[in-house]
């Protein structure tokens, strides 16, 4: 019974999402999309940090590989299509060197190592001038178009990047329901212990940075064709707070915390516009204050409520995972 609801709300979910732009201007599509745009960078992150445990603060450098990739490649005449898998390419790669560090440092070490790559390809962004355009950036990258389909338009892009985010759900789906994502769980609730039990936690912990990284890349690779300009401002270290705040605001660990999460941190500011110069304070305020009160995300207070209203039967916390791993 509990499957089919779940069906039943992610059915809901899409249709919602399908009906979203209909009748909205090109400035709410473009927000729509990059709701869907950070949901997907929110979903690496959630991997990396909510299922297998491992700090980054680097989420933001992975989109500016991914955007910067696709963007060379389409303003040499490359195709979109054949352009982002490069990118995505690439992202894996580096991520799964920026892994290595996570073997030797756990905690805020770890996030001091992030932090500086993240610096680091700031700083190579905004000096290669000859690569990356500067501090001036790269424009005039074409959207993709598929002959019957073109994306040029707003509208037609956005439901572009809903499919490419569904997509990208769905194979994460793929991931944190297999051995793979059992591994991660374990890597994050007792490093010590999964090794025991025979996880290669090495092998893991570069996997969850490298598929993390790679979902960061195809969400910059999506912001390429979006605003048709990339610039190394928008690859920042505040960018990977804000992709951070969307994982803890939504529910790190929650399949479906990152599209909550990212809903709040890019559609919540838009709504609060009427309050005109007070719309941060009293966005601020309300982050602040479902952190301190609810600080397993939105997605908890869900959990929380479900509890009070349908008390399950209690059960031994070891024999509750064995059931699941039947």
Known sequence: MRGHWRTLAIVVLIALAVLAPLGQGNYIIYVLTSWLVFSIAAMGLNLTLGYAGQISLAQASFMAIGAYVTALLTLAGWHWILAMP??????????????????????????????????????????????????????????????????MKQLHFYYFTLAVTILAALAMWGIVRSPWGRAFKALRENPIRAESLGVDTRRITLLAFAIGSTYGGLAGSLVTPLVQFIEPGSFGLAHSLRILLMVVVGGAGYFFGPFLGAGVVILLPEVLRFTEGYYLIIYSALVIVMLVFVPSGLIGVWGRVREKLWPGRQMRADMSEGARLK
């Open 86 to 151: 490069l990118g995505l390419i690439a992202c894996f790669v580096v991520g799964l060197l920026l892994g290595y560090p996570a073997l030797r440092v756990k905690g805020h070490f770890l996030a001091f190592v992030t932090l500086a790559f993240n610096t680091l390809v700031f700083l190579v962004m905004r000096n290669e001038d000859w690569l990356t355009g500067g501090t001036y950036g790269l424009v005039g990258m074409l959207r993709p178009d598929f002959g019957l389909f073109s994306t």
